[in-house]
C-alpha cells in the first residue's frame, strides 16, 4: 500500500513538473503523503507557506494532475503533520478577501534563500536581513525604493518570514498600502477606527508595500503619521517600499517625508548581466528545470530590466521546449523569443533619447522644453522622460532639467502614465519598443 501511495504522489509530482512547471517546486520533493484513502490525499506539508501555496496557488492543478494519474476524482489535503489538518487557511485568491486575510500570505518563493544578490540590490538585501534578525534596533524605519519588478515585495516578505521563522509567536503585519488606505476608509465609515488603530498599532512589525500609494491622499497620510509614530516611539519595527524615494513621492506631507527619511532608505537598481544570469539559473532551480548556461545567458540578454519578465521569459522558453520533446535547446529559445538577442546597453544619454523622439514624432527640441501642453507635444515630451528614466541612470530632477526644468513629480507623472499605456495600448508599446530598440542597438 505504501509503495502504492509513493508511486501515486511520484507521478503527480512529474505531472506537474511536466506540464505546470511554473507552479512546480524544489520543495514539493519534501513533500510526504500519508495517505490515500476515500478518494482523499492526505500530504505532510511541514511549512504554513507551502500549504498556503499549494491550496492557492496549485490546487486545481494538482487535483487535476490526480485524476491523469490515477483516473480516480481525487481531493487533496495538506496537513503540518499526521494529526492536524489544515482547514484555516484563509483564501487570498478570491478577491472578496478582507485586509485581514490578505496579511497573512507570504509566498514561500520571497525568501533571503531565493534572493540573488548583486551589485545592484546589495544594500538593500542586507539591511533586511539585519532588520529581521534584530527587528527595531538596526535601521528604523528602514525604506526600500526602485522601479517596478526589481524585488521589493521579494525582500519585505523574506524580512517578515524571517522574523516570523525567529520568533513564531511575532506580531507581524505586512500588506500593501492600498489595503492599509481601504481598510482605513471602511474604518471611517463603518465608525471601526478604534479597531483599525488598535490592528495596526499594537504590533511587533509593520511592513507596508508600495506606499506611493499615499500620494495625495490626505486623510490617510494623516492617519499614517500617527500608526508611524505609535510604532517607531514603541521601537516596533516598520519596513517600506516604494516606486521612487521619500521626497519623490507626490504630493506626500513633508512630515511623512522626513520620518520616511529618518532611517535607512535605500535604492534598488536594475541587475547586470552576471546577476540577471544568477536570478534565471535559481528561478529554473526552483520549478526543477535545467537550462544550458547559453540559455541562461540569452534570456538574461534578452530581458533587462524588468526582473519578473525574466522569469516570464524563462516560463515562455520551458513551455516551448515541452511542446517540441522536453529539451531546452538555444535554437529553441531564439525561436520562443525571436531574433538574436540584444547585446548589452551601451550608455545612452538625454539627448540620443530627445534626437529618436523628436524624430519619431516629427516635432523639434524647443517645443519640448517649451511650456505647451498640446497632446501633440506634451505626448512625445512624456515618451522622453520614460525612456529617459528607464535608459539612463539619471534622477527625475536631472530628467526635468532637460525639458525646461520641470519638477520630478511631473517626470513621474510622465513615467507612469506612460507606463499605464504601455500595459495597455498595443500601438504605443510597439513604438516605444521601436525606439528602445533602435536606442540599444544603435548606440
Ligand atoms: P517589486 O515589488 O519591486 O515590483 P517583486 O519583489 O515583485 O518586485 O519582484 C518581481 C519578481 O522578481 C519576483 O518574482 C521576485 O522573486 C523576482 N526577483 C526580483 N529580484 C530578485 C532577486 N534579486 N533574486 C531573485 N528573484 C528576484
Ligand atoms: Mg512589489
Given at each position: 500500500m505504501a509503495d502504492i501511495l509513493m508511486e501515486v504522489w511520484d507521478n503527480i509530482l512529474r505531472y506537474i513538473q511536466r506540464h505546470h512547471s511554473d507552479c512546480w517546486r524544489n520543495w514539493f520533493e519534501q513533500i510526504e503523503p500519508l495517505s490515500l484513502e476515500r478518494g482523499v490525499l492526505r500530504l505532510a506539508v511541514t511549512e504554513r507557506s507551502w500549504r498556503q501555496y499549494l491550496q492557492q496557488v496549485c490546487n486545481d492543478r494538482l487535483v487535476a494532475a490526480a485524476q491523469q494519474v490515477t483516473g480516480h476524482l481525487i481531493s487533496l489535503e495538506y496537513v503540518s503533520d499526521e494529526q492536524e489538518s489544515e482547514s484555516d487557511i484563509p483564501s487570498i485568491s478570491s478577491k472578496s478577501s478582507s485586509p485581514q486575510e490578505e496579511l497573512l500570505y507570504f509566498s514561500p518563493d520571497y525568501t533571503f534563500d531565493n534572493f540573488v544578490v548583486g551589485p545592484c540590490n546589495r544594500l538593500s538585501h542586507a539591511t533586511c536581513v539585519a532588520v529581521s534578525e534584530a527587528p527595531g534596533q538596526a535601521y528604523n524605519p528602514l525604506f526600500l525604493h526602485g522601479s517596478v519588478g526589481l524585488g521589493k515585495t521579494h525582500l519585505l516578505q523574506a524580512a517578515s518570514q524571517a522574523v516570523l521563522k525567529n520568533n513564531p509567536q511575532a506580531k507581524i503585519v505586512y500588506l500593501s498600502c492600498e489595503?492599509?488606505?481601504?481598510?482605513?476608509?471602511?474604518?471611517?465609515e463603518r465608525g471601526g477606527l478604534y479597531e483599525f488603530r488598535h490592528k495596526y498599532r499594537y504590533v511587533d512589525m509593520l511592513v507596508i508595500d508600495d506606499v506611493q500609494f499615499l500620494s495625495d491622499r490626505e486623510r490617510s497620510q494623516e492617519e499614517f503619521f500617527h500608526t508611524f509614530n505609535s510604532l517607531y516611539q514603541n521601537r516596533k519595527q516598520i519596513i517600506l517600499s516604494a516606486d521612487c524615494s521619500p521626497a519623490e513621492i507626490p504630493k506626500l506631507e513633508e512630515r511623512l517625508v522626513s520620518r520616511f527619511n529618518q532611517g535607512l532608505v535605500t535604492r534598488m537598481d536594475k541587475p547586470d548581466t552576471e546577476t540577471?544570469?544568477?536570478?534565471?539559473?535559481?528561478?529554473?532551480?526552483?520549478?526543477?528545470?535545467?537550462?544550458?548556461?547559453?540559455?541562461?545567458?540569452?534570456i538574461a540578454r534578452k530581458v533587462d530590466s524588468n526582473i519578473r519578465e525574466l522569469e516570464g521569459t524563462l516560463t515562455k522558453v520551458h513551455g516551448m521546449a515541452m511542446l517540441e520533446g522536453g529539451v531546452i535547446t538555444i535554437e529553441l529559445a531564439r525561436q520562443a523569443l525571436g531574433d538574436e538577442p540584444t547585446p548589452p546597453h551601451r550608455q545612452i544619454s538625454i539627448s540620443q533619447i530627445i534626437e529618436s523622439v523628436t524624430n519619431h514624432y516629427n516635432v523639434r527640441l524647443s517645443d519640448l522644453q517649451g511650456k505647451r501642453r498640446s497632446r501633440s507635444i506634451a505626448f512625445p515630451r512624456q515618451v522622453?522622460?520614460?525612456?529617459?528614466?528607464?535608459?539612463?541612470?539619471?534622477?527625475?530632477?536631472?530628467?526635468?532639467?532637460?525639458?525646461?526644468?520641470?519638477?520630478?513629480?511631473?517626470?513621474?507623472?510622465?513615467?507612469?502614465?506612460?507606463?499605464?499605456?504601455?500595459?495597455?495600448?498595443?500601438?504605443i508599446r510597439q513604438t516605444i519598443d521601436g525606439l528602445v530598440a533602435g536606442l540599444t542597438q544603435n548606440g
Amino acid at each position: 500500500m505504501a509503495d502504492i501511495l509513493m508511486e501515486v504522489w511520484d507521478n503527480i509530482l512529474r505531472y506537474i513538473q511536466r506540464h505546470h512547471s511554473d507552479c512546480w517546486r524544489n520543495w514539493f520533493e519534501q513533500i510526504e503523503p500519508l495517505s490515500l484513502e476515500r478518494g482523499v490525499l492526505r500530504l505532510a506539508v511541514t511549512e504554513r507557506s507551502w500549504r498556503q501555496y499549494l491550496q492557492q496557488v496549485c490546487n486545481d492543478r494538482l487535483v487535476a494532475a490526480a485524476q491523469q494519474v490515477t483516473g480516480h476524482l481525487i481531493s487533496l489535503e495538506y496537513v503540518s503533520d499526521e494529526q492536524e489538518s489544515e482547514s484555516d487557511i484563509p483564501s487570498i485568491s478570491s478577491k472578496s478577501s478582507s485586509p485581514q486575510e490578505e496579511l497573512l500570505y507570504f509566498s514561500p518563493d520571497y525568501t533571503f534563500d531565493n534572493f540573488v544578490v548583486g551589485p545592484c540590490n546589495r544594500l538593500s538585501h542586507a539591511t533586511c536581513v539585519a532588520v529581521s534578525e534584530a527587528p527595531g534596533q538596526a535601521y528604523n524605519p528602514l525604506f526600500l525604493h526602485g522601479s517596478v519588478g526589481l524585488g521589493k515585495t521579494h525582500l519585505l516578505q523574506a524580512a517578515s518570514q524571517a522574523v516570523l521563522k525567529n520568533n513564531p509567536q511575532a506580531k507581524i503585519v505586512y500588506l500593501s498600502c492600498e489595503t492599509f488606505v481601504n481598510h482605513f476608509i471602511h474604518a471611517v465609515e463603518r465608525g471601526g477606527l478604534y479597531e483599525f488603530r488598535h490592528k495596526y498599532r499594537y504590533v511587533d512589525m509593520l511592513v507596508i508595500d508600495d506606499v506611493q500609494f499615499l500620494s495625495d491622499r490626505e486623510r490617510s497620510q494623516e492617519e499614517f503619521f500617527h500608526t508611524f509614530n505609535s510604532l517607531y516611539q514603541n521601537r516596533k519595527q516598520i519596513i517600506l517600499s516604494a516606486d521612487c524615494s521619500p521626497a519623490e513621492i507626490p504630493k506626500l506631507e513633508e512630515r511623512l517625508v522626513s520620518r520616511f527619511n529618518q532611517g535607512l532608505v535605500t535604492r534598488m537598481d536594475k541587475p547586470d548581466t552576471e546577476t540577471r544570469m544568477a536570478i534565471v539559473r535559481k528561478k529554473a532551480l526552483m520549478r526543477g528545470i535545467n537550462p544550458p548556461e547559453e540559455v541562461i545567458e540569452f534570456i538574461a540578454r534578452k530581458v533587462d530590466s524588468n526582473i519578473r519578465e525574466l522569469e516570464g521569459t524563462l516560463t515562455k522558453v520551458h513551455g516551448m521546449a515541452m511542446l517540441e520533446g522536453g529539451v531546452i535547446t538555444i535554437e529553441l529559445a531564439r525561436q520562443a523569443l525571436g531574433d538574436e538577442p540584444t547585446p548589452p546597453h551601451r550608455q545612452i544619454s538625454i539627448s540620443q533619447i530627445i534626437e529618436s523622439v523628436t524624430n519619431h514624432y516629427n516635432v523639434r527640441l524647443s517645443d519640448l522644453q517649451g511650456k505647451r501642453r498640446s497632446r501633440s507635444i506634451a505626448f512625445p515630451r512624456q515618451v522622453c522622460m520614460y525612456l529617459a528614466r528607464d535608459l539612463t541612470p539619471h534622477s527625475l530632477e536631472e530628467i526635468g532639467g532637460h525639458f525646461g526644468g520641470r519638477d520630478h513629480t511631473t517626470v513621474l507623472h510622465a513615467y507612469r502614465s506612460i507606463d499605464r499605456l504601455y500595459e495597455s495600448d498595443n500601438g504605443i508599446r510597439q513604438t516605444i519598443d521601436g525606439l528602445v530598440a533602435g536606442l540599444t542597438q544603435n548606440g
